[in-house]
């Protein structure tokens, strides 16, 4: 099975601070996806990538900035955690293709409380 | 573009009762279409998808969607829910390299 691993359930984290959310992938996906989840607003994509060192911005990628140094991993940098950060935070993998038949696998999330 | 309507927010349901939540899409080309489930303080997990073929898919946990064309729509459904399925479901269409989600509804099974 495919699996995405983000590597912490929940984060307290400062106003101000530079956070960093980590999410790995074991099955040699090229493309992958970072989002954010509220209550009402569903799922927002942030940024992705469908190759290491490549990134697009998605719908809200204010605030935010990501690293793909390698394939199997994709990091989700806030430069400044802001309260409104606040936030579920869902990483998820893919094959390669324009039309994503095969679908998402998720992570089991981060949940980030900025204090 | 592709973009996707749940229309209920939250459906709340006694336990064994039938249940139908709603999905409509709008795409101007042939789509593919997924329900994911996610559990409380959980990622999201794949319950079915439409490729191609029969317009009838069953997903895991009993669960199953029918995929109409005309109406542009993608219904879930589940005979006899459980307590267990308490959730919030999500609909989601295939874009360009990228899936397009709905922003879901709550499952709400009570005894």
């Known amino acids: 099975d495919v699996k995405v691993t983000q590597s912490s359930r929940y984060l307290v984290k400062r106003t101000g601070e530079k956070v960093f959310l980590e999410c790995v992938q074991d099955m040699d996906h090229e493309n992958m996806f970072w989002y954010r989840q509220d209550p009402g607003l569903g799922l927002r994509l942030i940024y992705f990538s469908y190759d290491v060192k490549m990134k697009e911005k998605g719908d809200i990628p204010e605030g935010y900035s990501v690293s793909r140094e390698k394939k199997e991993r994709f990091s989700l940098i806030l430069e400044s955690a802001s309260t409104n950060q606040t936030s579920m935070y869902l990483c998820?993998?893919?094959?390669?293709?324009?039309?994503?038949?095969?679908?998402?696998?998720f992570g089991s999330g981060t949940r980030l409380t900025v204090v | 573009a592709q973009s996707v309507t749940q229309l209920d927010s939250q459906v709340p349901v006694f336990e064994e009762a039938p249940v139908e939540l709603r999905c409509n899409y709008s795409?101007?080309?042939?789509?593919?279409l997924f329900w994911y489930v996610q559990y409380p303080n959980q990622g999201l997990q794949l319950l079915l998808k439409?490729?191609?073929?029969?317009?009838l898919v069953k997903g895991i946990n009993g669960f199953e969607a029918e995929f109409n064309k005309s109406q542009t729509s993608f219904h879930l459904r589940k005979p006899s829910v459980h307590i267990s399925d308490t959730a919030e479901y999500f609909c989601a269409v295939s874009g360009f390299q990228k899936l397009v989600f709905g922003t879901g509804t709550r499952l709400l099974v009570s005894p």
């Open positions: 998820a993998s893919s094959p390669p293709g324009h039309t994503t038949g095969y679908g998402y696998t």
């Open positions: 795409s101007s080309v042939s789509v593919y």
């Open positions: 439409y490729l191609s073929g029969s317009t």
